[in-house]
């Protein structure tokens, strides 16, 4: 019996010790469902080490330790994503609304194999004041690479998939004071889309701005809109625009419908004279910014296309530069209320040229009604 311990120990050393002349591999933690408080609670172990076929592999009384599972057709989970779950909303982690919301999606959603680590955002409030809260719960995986999963809306013991986009990320929720609204966003390589939510008669709706482009809502009376284009060049010879811009367009939510609305800019047409310093064009640009900004973007080689001003003070002014093969499109925005230069990637701009932004402003992006 001894020699048997002490060649099933020598086995156990020489697996422990095999490969330890390769590469640090990447390394999560595991918990431990034993009981046995004379072990470690936890095991580190390596998931390249281990193949897709393998189930389980364990030492001579720690089977319980290591338990990772990988179907062959899916990446394999960190088992430790539910310590991350990203809460927002009215009510937090603890809440007993949050608890309540987390346990009927556990119960009613109805998803095989249910791994409660795989909840990664959890968005909890009265989205409808009808003095009871409903949750969006955020259901999938995540690695270094991307977020994968599906949304699902829950009131009492109801729960519905209300989206399911191969790559997207949870973010949060807007209050718009006598309602909220619940939102994620679609990542791509080089734009996001926002998928926006509100609850009508107990159930999750998508509302009017969903799908546009990506929304930043932190002041609801003046929310924007990215919308991804290609319109930064138009080349002659292919006869097609060409080069991404992301360009925010203006919204407001309007308290007595329930929606968000667009502001709308009023045109201000580029006429015979748009490229006359003394003509109409040019006056109206300097009177609306209150410096002569027309005179500027005209010394830096620009002709003027049109321009539109929104009733929430912005001033989109389109212009172009003609070269032999094409156009180069750019604009530039003025908060004329604020007296300050708006541009989509930098703070503090205090110059036209540094307002300078790529693409073609319209007067509306929304569709109309």
């Known amino acids: ?66 338990q990772v599972k990988a179907d062959k057709d899916k990446k394999l989970v960190n088992p430790l994503l539910g310590q991350s779950v990203i809460y927002a909303g009215e009510f937090g982690e603890e809440d007993n609304e949050t608890v309540k919301v987390i346990n009927s999606f556990a119960e009613n959603a109805g998803i095989n194999g249910f791994d409660k680590t795989k909840i990664l955002g959890v968005t909890v409030a009265d989205f409808d004041s009808d003095s009871e809260a409903e949750g969006f719960v955020y259901y999938g995986f995540e690695d270094e690479q991307f977020i994968s999963g599906e949304w699902y809306f829950v009131k009492a013991n109801n729960v519905e998939l209300i989206y399911n986009q191969d790559v997207y990320g949870f973010d949060g929720y807007i209050d718009c004071g006598n309602k909220k609204m619940a939102y994620v966003n679609e990542y791509y390589t080089t734009s996001d889309v926002s998928r926006i939510f509100e609850v009508i008669d107990g159930h999750a709706v998508e509302t009017n701005i969903s799908g546009i482009g990506s929304i930043n809502a932190t002041d609801i009376k003046n ?38 609305k667009e502001y709308v800019g009023e045109k201000i047409a580029a006429s015979a004279d748009a490229n006359d310093p003394e003509g109409a064009f040019a006056a109206k640009l300097d009177e609306l910014c209150g410096f002569d900004i027309y005179e500027q973007i005209a010394a830096l080689e620009y002709s003027f296309s049109d321009a539109y001003i929104r009733d929430n003070g912005i001033l989109n002014i389109n212009m172009y530069i003609e070269y032999e093969s094409s156009f180069d499109y750019s604009n530039i925005s003025y908060d004329c209320k604020h007296k300050k230069f708006v541009n989509t990637w930098e703070d503090n701009v205090n110059t036209v040229a540094e307002a300078i932004c790529d693409g073609i402003y319209e007067a509306a992006i929304m569709p109309e009604e």
């Open 1 to 66: 019996m001894k020699m048997y311990k002490l060649l099933l120990v020598g086995m156990i050393m020489a697996l422990l010790l095999t490969g330890c002349d390769k590469k640090p591999k990447e390394i999560y933690r595991v918990e431990s469902n034993t009981e046995d408080t004379s072990q470690e609670s936890s095991q580190q172990i390596s998931l390249n080490e281990l193949s897709q076929e393998d189930e389980k592999a364990a030492m001579k009384g720690q089977e319980e330790i290591l």
């Open 223 to 260: 929310t924007t809109i990215a919308v991804s284009r290609y319109d930064a060049t138009y080349d002659l010879d292919l006869e097609s625009f060409m080069g991404h811009t992301w360009n925010p367009y203006y919204f407001y939510y309007d308290d007595k419908e329930g929606i968000f």
